[in-house]
């Protein structure tokens, strides 16, 4: 084999930046994942903090919680 063999080969495959939309995507994943991960947990506070609203304004608020300690024994 020659070297005229390899003469119409030596471009090979342009690199264009024809995928930049697909890079993008996958370099930003990782933070869609975490910013959906957010939102969610957001949504389980505020249910838990309605929850916790609407027990307090019926019986009052916990009084044997660390949130109200017992005072010292005399």
Not at 17 to 41: D, E, H, M, P, V
Request: no cysteine; aromatic share 6%.
């Amino acid at each position: 084999m020659g070297t005229a063999f390899f003469k119409g080969k030596s471009s090979g495959l342009p690199i264009t930046g024809s995928n930049q939309n697909q890079l993008s995507r996958a370099l930003n994943a990782g933070q869609y994942g975490a910013r959906s991960a957010g939102i969610g947990a957001q949504k389980s506070l505020g249910v838990a903090a309605g929850i916790n609203k609407a027990a307090v304004a019926a019986h009052g608020p916990l009084k044997n919680s660390a949130a109200y300690p017992k005072g010292p024994k005399t």
